[in-house]
């Protein structure tokens, strides 16, 4: 890894959400799982609204792009597989160069691990700010009640 | 089946008299004919030979569908239940209902199209289905549970599952009871949650980790910013019909400036209608339209001075697994009324008060605890079927006697459901010719057509009628309203099968001629999902298609005849009941009723003399396989 990227990725945003204003839609999870697979559901989308729909109680799982990326740090194919954009610190998989060895989603520290696997493709996928997207991150794009917004470290 | 987009593929097939369950190709029933919904729950039924049976019959079965563009994001996670119908009046009517939540989305995801739940279990029992897998289990820890207290309890066993459960008063047979997913996502109308009950089904829950594949997912993703960039996608922050209560300034500032914890709604929907509240000592729970409607039986002039009597109402009656729209309207112009004409008393429901009617004239209305022990005792009482509105308002009325009836049918103009946006020639004849009330698409009318012009002439129906409604000024319009009912007929087969929740396919949604008005969005979403190449016309001839299904079954099973399709004699009196809020300007022209009765038979390519559809209407509608089986009953046309 290049000496300053250590730095930058500490400024690296990620997605926050808030319960107080989210409904429960999920349009964050099926517009996700549209954007980068074509297909609708939970269990593509790069983050996942969980949560206890009778008490509309929600959380938003999605990688918190840490500062220090253990994820980073265990893959056996670094700056090909996993890899840190140079100029916004954002922690992103390479499917291609992915070979699905799992270690990045043992290596998330977080329960459960913000990083999952592609049933089909057999190769990791997480949150990326879909920094392929002129707009941004399209979770935020279409929730429609300011429950989700891009936060940088410091933000809850 | 090959479907790769839309439709799962398969049908869950369980009978719980003997334990069996079984999976079967979704392509059995034609679903690109038939779409979901509605029209796959029809067809099924009409390919079990449309049983002969009561509702609470083992026979009978409880058939429930997703649609194809279910999963997707949009207002499409809605289920559609169609069965042998307990609550419709005079007959047990094989009708529908529907429901949104999530439940749809993850019978979706976990594989099925639909569950098709036959028999009746030995002892209590809630079915799951996860992922391709479905199990039959002990219930009986759960039985006389409410609402709540059974999806709680089944959360724990079935993580992130959807669950989907009757209360104690489907448990104890109430024929305005529901089935109920989350808060308040109810298949209200139909009396449903005594199904379940009849079949000793508590609960179904279902969790899948599949997802919906869309065929062409770039036209989808066009579609969806199309709308979006229409300010109609999201953030839609005005459903305040929805989410807050309407019936009074006083109500909807005390809830909301007290109450509100936030906006819910139905998954992948961008519009979020209801309002979810927590009032201490009372409960935490969603509201919608209806919900709020408690306050009535306050008294009219009190209405918005009991919040807790209103949402005590709202939250009890989702617990217990009650029709608030029932409820409602018994509370509002039955029990009035019939106090009024002193036609039955308080002991005669067996309970101890009516304070709602017992103390109008008092400055305390009864006061809030009287209010609360009216709804305990009147709740409860349904719920555990010892009042006798728990067999509905007509069964109930029946029993009371001739007088008592008259009143009721003034309320329910057919099929023993009660009066609701029937304010046009149009939506009367919509009525007379349905299997229940048409609530969920008369909003079409109401606010589309009734008050838009523009928007009816687009749509080549009549429109504008409505205008100047305040000052007494519409009157009935019966030419060429038989193309506007037909309309709404076909529009509402599409929306209970695609599916897409009603209210924002009004036609008044998505209004950006020509490139873009409800029917082309609808299309559109269907071909983009599917892959199915289906333009306005080819949609439009689905929803007929279901429409004549629908009629197909009632004329095999339930024998249905023209002289049916009619309404309760107060239509056409002078005085119609002074308690409806909504009502016809004029009381229906029997000469004029007929004549357009007839045009509308012959607009559907059914034979006038008997309202039973034609052989040549069923093969242009590639139904040749219904006609034969019409014509064998000696029933065609």
């Known amino acids: 890894m290049a000496e300053n990227l250590t730095e930058k990725t500490a400024v690296s945003a990620r997605i926050a959400h808030s319960d107080k204003s989210c409904t429960g839609c999920g349009l964050c999870d099926l517009m996700c799982s549209l954007y980068h697979e074509g297909e609708q559901g939970q269990s593509l989308s790069r983050g996942e609204l969980v949560g206890d729909r009778l008490a509309s109680e929600f959380t938003f799982n999605v990688c918190r792009q840490c500062a220090k990326p253990k994820c980073y740090d265990a893959c056996p194919n670094q700056d090909k597989a996993l890899c840190i954009d140079g100029s916004t610190g954002v922690k992103y998989i390479v499917a291609d160069e992915c070979d699905g060895c799992k270690d990045c989603i043992e290596a998330c520290p977080f329960d459960p691990p913000r990083i999952k696997m592609h049933p089909e493709k057999e190769t990791a996928f997480k949150c990326d700010l879909c920094r392929d997207r002129a707009e941004g991150p399209i979770c935020i794009e279409y929730c429609g009640f300011e429950s989700l917004s891009l936060a940088t470290k410091g933000d809850k | 089946m090959t479907q790769s987009y839309g439709w799962a593929g398969k049908i869950l ?24 919904g509605q029209g796959l729950n029809s067809k099924i039924f009409w390919e079990m030979g449309c049983p002969d049976v009561d509702a609470f019959h083992p026979d009978n079965p409880l058939i429930l569908s997703n649609g194809p563009l279910t999963g997707a994001s949009g207002p499409f996670t809605r289920s559609t239940v169609c069965s042998i119908a307990p609550q419709t009046y005079p007959k047990e009517l094989f009708t529908y209902s529907g429901f949104g939540g999530k439940f749809a989305s993850e019978l979706k995801y976990a594989g099925y199209d639909a569950v098709v739940i036959v028999g009746k279990a030995d002892k209590p029992s809630y079915l799951s289905i996860q992922d391709g897998e ?56 139909g009396g449903y949650g005594a199904v379940m009950g009849s079949k000793n089904l508590k609960a179904i829950v279902t969790h899948g980790t599949g997802t919906l594949r869309i065929a062409k997912p770039d036209d989808f993703m066009a579609l969806i910013r199309q709308v979006n960039a229409g300010g109609e996608w999201v953030g839609n922050n005005n459903m305040e019909w929805g989410r807050y209560p309407q019936k009074s300034e006083t109500a909807k500032a005390a809830m909301r400036d007290n109450y509100l914890v936030k906006f819910t709604g139905c998954y992948a929907c961008p519009f979020q209608c209801h309002g979810v ?26 209405m918005g001075e009991n919040i807790e009597g209103l949402w005590e109402g709202n939250v009890l009656s989702q617990k217990l697994g009650l029709n608030n729209f029932e409820l409602v309207g018994f509370m509002l112009f039955f029990f009035r009324t019939i106090k009024e004409h002193k036609i039955l008393t ?22 809030t605890q009287a209010h609360h022990d009216f709804l305990q005792e009147f709740l409860f009482g349904l719920a555990d079927g010892s009042n006798p509105l728990s067999a509905g308002m007509m069964r109930c009325a029946e029993k009371f006697g001739p007088k008592a009836l008259q009143l009721a049918n003034s309320i329910n103009p057919a099929w023993g459901m009660r009066s609701h946006h029937i304010r046009g020639v149009g939506e009367a004849l919509h009525w007379a010719t349905d299997t229940r009330d048409p609530f969920n698409s008369c909003h079409d009318y109401v606010s589309a057509f009734g008050v838009n012009k523009t928007i009816a002439d687009h749509f080549d129906v009549i429109g504008g009628y409505l205008d100047g409604e305040s000052e007494g000024k519409h009157q009935n319009i019966y030419e060429d309203t038989e193309h506007q009912t037909t309309w709404v007929q076909n529009h509402q087969c599409l929306r209970n099968s695609l599916p897409i929740c009603e209210f924002p396919s009004m036609p008044s949604w998505f209004f950006h001629p020509p490139e873009m008005d409800i029917q082309i969005f609808e299309s559109k979403c269907l071909s983009a999902v599917t892959g199915l190449d289906v333009d306005v016309d080819h949609l439009w001839e689905k929803g007929n298609r279901i429409w004549n299904l629908r009629r197909a079954i009632s004329v095999l099973r339930e024998d249905r005849h023209k002289d049916d399709d009619t309404l309760c004699d107060d239509m056409f009196k002078e005085v119609i009941n002074v308690h409806a809020p909504e009502k016809l300007p004029a009381p229906l022209d029997r000469e004029k009723w007929d004549a357009l009765k007839d045009r509308y038979y012959e607009l559907r390519g059914w034979n006038v003399e008997t309202g039973r559809p034609e052989r040549a209407i069923l093969e242009s509608l590639d139904m040749k396989d219904v006609a034969d089986k019409l014509e064998g009953a000696g029933k065609l046309g």
Not at chain 2, 288 to 297: G, V
Request: with cysteine; net charge negative; proline share 6%.
């Open chain 2, 346 to 367: 308080k002991e005669d429901f067996g309970l101890s008060a009516i304070p709602a009617v017992e103390n109008r004239k008092e400055p305390e209305f009864g006061g």
């Open chain 2, 134 to 189: 479905a199990k039959i289990n002990d219930a009986g820890d759960l039985w006389g549970l409410d609402a709540y207290e059974t999806q709680n309890a089944l959360m724990g066993r079935h993580p992130r599952a959807s669950i989907l459960v009757t209360g104690p008063a489907g448990e104890n047979l109430s024929r305005i009871s529901i089935m109920i997913t989350e808060g308040s996502g109810a298949a209200g109308q």
């Open chain 2, 13 to 36: 097939w369980v009978d719980l008299s003997d334990r069996k369950i079984t999976e079967v190709p979704t392509s059995d029933f034609d679903p690109e004919k038939y779409l979901g």
């Open chain 2, 277 to 302: 509240y927590d009032m201490p000592g009372v409960g935490k729970g969603p509201q919608m339209c209806n919900d709020n409607w408690y306050q009535y039986s306050c008294g009219d002039d009190k």
